[in-house]
Nanobody, 124 residues
Framework: QVQLVESGGGLVQAGGSLRLSCAAS????????MAWFRQAPGKDREFVAA????????YYADSVKGRFTISRDNAKNMVYLQMNSLQPEDTAVYYC?????????????????WGQGTQVTVSS
């Protein structure tokens, strides 16, 4: 497993932007597909975005498509989530996740490494 640490969360007004970062430990980062999930108070954890190990294939939840962009830098062991046009409904704790396969998944159960989460709050 890899250890994951998220950063970059905070408070932003509706329409604003944030960039989340996820730092991964270990030399095998490039063998992991990565994803971002989020969980709002009182709701289940939901898929946000995923990227395969090469970065060539990306997947997005319909609710964030066109506003969020996932990317990775295998040389730096980093995954990013650029979030634009943020809305109050994007408020949640955002989690970085990793799975030791080349293909990404939109299912939380398919990931075996998780970060501690970073809070994103969007005010109206």
């Amino acid at each position: 497993q890899v250890q994951l640490v998220e950063s970059g969360g905070g408070l932003v007004q509706a329409g604003g932007s944030l960039r989340l970062s996820c730092a991964a430990s270990g030399r095998t980062f490039s063998t992991y597909a990565m994803a971002w999930f989020r969980q709002a108070p009182g709701k289940d954890r939901e898929f946000v975005a995923a990227i395969n190990l090469s970065g060539a294939k990306k997947y997005y939840a319909d609710s964030v498509k066109g506003r969020f962009t996932i990317s990775r830098d295998n040389a730096k062991n980093m995954v990013y989530l650029q979030m634009n046009s943020l809305q109050p409904e994007d408020t949640a704790v955002y989690y970085c996740a990793a799975r030791p396969y080349s293909v990404a998944s939109i299912m939380a159960k398919d990931y075996n490494s998780w970060g501690q989460g970073t809070q994103v709050t969007v005010s109206s």
